[in-house]
């Protein structure tokens, strides 16, 4: 975890040139899950995200196949579904290989995801720390998910229980991804 929050760290003080094309909130980079390799978040810049907390051992963890279908479908208009894995609740215990693997595995998961980090409290990540300050919600279980516009400015957070199938949901990332990118 360390890693990741240092990289996440690096990233912002050295994107800090390139702000006028990359949003201050996606000016980090975290490790990516299966090799563990740094991603600069700049690259979904224009894009609307959906950031969701993840767990393999939760009631919700079978929205991994809600989100992938979520992402399969919209993701040529421009939609990314970025994962963070957290043990923050207990119930993400495995090692970042396993957790890749079961994702695969499990639920054919190919939207990017990143190593396990904190996803509240003092020791989040710099994204969640950022959007739990922008929205003052944090997440108060896994699979919390906050929508981000092409303009890397946060539109709504959504509880766990809200499914990525929800109508509600959709038609606000329909309606995100109808503005034309910027």
Known sequence: MATSQTAATASVSTNAASSNS???LLQKSFDRLQ???????CQYSGKVLVVVNTASFCGFTRQ???????????????????????????????????VA???ENTFGVKFPMFVKSS?????????????????????GWNFYKYV?????????????????????FIALIEKQLALAPG
């Not at 996803?119 to 944090?138: D, I, S, Y």
């Open 22 to 24: 990359c949003p201050p």
């Open 35 to 41: 090799d563990e390799k740094p991603q600069a978040l």
């Open 64 to 98: 991994y196949r809600g989100l992938e279908d979520l992402y399969a479908r919209y993701k040529d208009k421009g939609l990314v579904v970025l994962g963070f894995p957290s043990n923050d609740f207990s119930q993400e215990t495995g090692s970042n290989k396993e």
């Open 101 to 103: 693997e079961f994702c």
């Open 119 to 139: 996803v509240r409290g003092p020791q989040a990540n710099a994204l969640f720390k950022e959007l739990a300050a922008q929205t003052g919600t944090t997440p």
């Open 148 to 168: 981000v516009g092409r303009d890397g400015k946060i539109i709504a957070a959504f509880p766990s229980r809200t499914e990525p199938q929800d109508r509600e």
